[in-house]
């Protein structure tokens, strides 16, 4: 009897040791570094993204998309569920671009949350976004004729 519970103790010593000794990473998997979308845990970003041209878009879309889309009015670029938190000024800034994208199940915090300009006509998106303590601006738009945005 004293041998089972000898036994048993040390396999939850070593389950525990080995547990304690793992890394944790907060990430789904390598190639989506800042979804939520497919697990509870969350990566929060603690500096501006900062997007000013096509491929940098692109990129963007696919670290944080399963199904990132083309750039294409039909399938456009998806950016979504970003948790930034920045004492930087700007939380998520795109500039410079010309395919189409949608920003969507994001949350900001920053002085101002989510600054888009000089997009080509119509190719912005945004929805069901969350700033939070904005100072200046919570969604700016310079220069971004036809965006949509939607709240809910």
């Known amino acids: ?7 048993i103790f040390v396999s939850i010593l070593v389950i ?3 547990a304690v000794l793992t890394p944790v990473s907060l990430q789904a998997n390598d190639q989506k570094p800042f979804v939520n979308n497919e697990s ?3 990566a929060t970003i603690t500096s501006t993204i900062y997007i000013h041209n096509n491929a940098e878009l692109q990129a963007l ?11 294409s009015p039909a399938d456009p670029w998806i950016i979504r569920d970003l948790v930034i938190n920045t004492t930087d000024t ?5 500039d ?6 949608e920003i969507l199940n994001c949350t900001v915090t920053a002085s101002w949350g989510i ?3 000089n997009l080509a006509d119509s190719t912005a998106r945004i ?3 969350t700033v939070i303590n904005c100072d200046s601006y919570g969604i700016y738009l310079y220069m971004a004729n036809g965006t949509n945005y939607t709240y809910s």
């Open 115 to 117: 600054y888009l300009d």
């Open 40 to 42: 509870s845990l969350e």
């Open 90 to 94: 700007l939380g998520l800034r795109i």
């Open 16 to 18: 525990l040791l080995f």
């Open 61 to 71: 879309a696919i670290s944080c998309s399963g199904s990132p889309g083309s750039g």
């Open 127 to 129: 929805r069901n976004n």
């Open 1 to 7: 009897m004293k041998k089972e519970r000898s036994l």
């Open 96 to 101: 410079d671009t010309t395919e189409y994208f």
